[in-house]
C-alpha cells in the first residue's frame, strides 16, 4: 500500500474558514486559534467581548508593557465604562484575556495562554504590588487587579 505525503498529511489539519466568513489573523497566532477566538466573540452575550476585542486586549497588554527598562509601570484607571474608552485600562484588557481563555477549546485555549503567560511575567516584574489591594471591592480576587495604579502610565 503506497505511503501519503507528508504534504498530504498536514493539508488535511488546516482549518477551514467557512464560506462568507472573514477572519482576521491574530498576530503571533495560528489560523485555528484566531478562528476559534472569532467564534468565542461571535457567540459571546458579553458587552466587552465584541469581534476584535480579543486583538486589542493583547495589543493593548504588549503596548502598556513595551517602553525598555526597569522603572515600575501603573495601570491607569479608566473611569469610562464603554467600549474603546475601556481599554485604556491595561487590568480590563487583561480581564478580557482571561474571559476568552476560560471560554476557548483546550488547543486554542494552550497557545493563547502560552502568549498571555509570557506577557503576565513580564507585568510582574514592571509593576509593583498593592498592599492595601484585599480592602478594594473591585475585583480584588484577581491578582493583576493587586497591583498598584493610578500614577502615570510609563513612570
Known amino acids: 500500500m503506497p505511503r501519503r505525503q507528508p504534504g498530504a498529511l498536514?493539508?488535511?489539519q488546516v482549518?477551514?474558514?467557512p464560506r462568507g466568513l472573514h477572519v482576521e489573523r491574530i498576530h503571533g497566532l495560528s489560523l485555528?486559534?484566531?478562528l476559534a477566538i472569532e467564534r468565542v466573540e461571535r457567540l459571546s452575550g458579553d458587552y466587552y467581548l465584541y469581534a476584535g476585542a480579543t486583538d486589542r486586549a493583547l495589543r493593548r497588554y504588549r503596548q502598556f508593557l513595551r517602553p525598555p527598562g526597569r522603572r515600575p509601570r501603573y495601570p491607569q484607571e479608566e473611569g469610562c465604562g464603554c467600549r474603546g474608552c475601556s481599554f485604556r485600562d491595561v487590568?480590563?484588557?487583561r480581564d478580557v484575556l482571561d474571559d476568552v481563555l476560560r471560554r476557548l477549546p483546550p488547543g486554542p485555549?494552550?497557545?493563547?495562554?502560552?502568549?498571555?503567560?509570557?506577557l503576565d511575567a513580564e507585568y510582574v516584574a514592571r509593576t509593583l504590588p498593592d498592599p492595601l489591594a484585599e480592602g478594594r471591592r473591585w475585583r480584588a480576587d484577581l491578582w493583576w487587579?493587586?497591583?498598584l495604579a493610578n500614577g502615570p502610565e510609563g513612570t
Open 15 to 17: 482549518p477551514r474558514v
Open 10 to 12: 498536514r493539508a488535511r
Open 145 to 147: 487587579r493587586r497591583r
Open 109 to 118: 485555549r494552550a497557545e493563547l495562554g502560552h502568549r498571555v503567560r509570557a
Open 91 to 93: 487590568r480590563h484588557a
Open 32 to 34: 485555528r486559534t484566531s
